[in-house]
């Protein structure tokens, strides 16, 4: 039976690795080492690897270079290989329900204009990251506080301009 499971596994290494999963009706939960990240751990050969890649080259095959693999139930602890599919990094992250998939998944900027090609400026965040900023807010922004920006401007060149002479 256990074969089956993951039919590209050494048998001692299939036996131990098998008893290292909670099988259920739907994820199979890694129940030994966990990582701080959530992610299941297992070692063999003097290595640690992470369990569900383990799993998916023991029952699916290798993992092409480049790709990672995508927990398709958002389960880390997950090791059944129905739920595990090798994918690009951008495709894992777009899948995902952190701060970067959700901001990719935007169509529209928070005033409700939407972001298609040419709409939006790409900007450098403080923290390094990159962002959009939609140009039509930009645009309303500027129209809305142009005699201030305005009034900016003009000290910042009076400034400027006495420094010079000082």
Request: overall charge positive; some cysteine; aromatic content about 12%.
């Amino acid at each position: 039976m256990s074969e089956l499971l993951f039919p590209f596994c050494p048998e001692p290494v299939r036996a131990r690795f098998i008893s290292k999963i909670h099988f259920t009706d739907t994820c199979w939960e890694w129940k030994a080492a966990i990582s701080k990240n959530g992610y299941g751990g297992f070692s063999f050969g003097g290595k640690f690897y992470n369990a569900h890649r383990i799993a998916f080259q023991f029952s699916v095959g290798r993992i092409d270079e480049g790709l990672e693999i995508d927990h398709l139930c958002r389960n880390r602890r997950c090791v059944n290989p129905r739920h595990l599919e090798a994918v690009t990094c951008a495709e894992n992250v777009m899948r995902g329900v952190g701060a970067c998939a959700m901001n990719i998944k935007k169509t529209h900027c928070k005033r409700g204009h939407k972001f298609e090609d040419g709409s939006f400026y790409v900007v450098k965040l403080k923290d390094g990251k990159t962002g959009r900023d939609c140009k039509q807010c930009k645009y309303l922004y500027f129209i809305e506080h142009k005699e201030k920006i305005t009034a900016r401007k003009r000290e910042w060149k009076r400034r400027k301009k006495e420094i010079k002479t000082v």
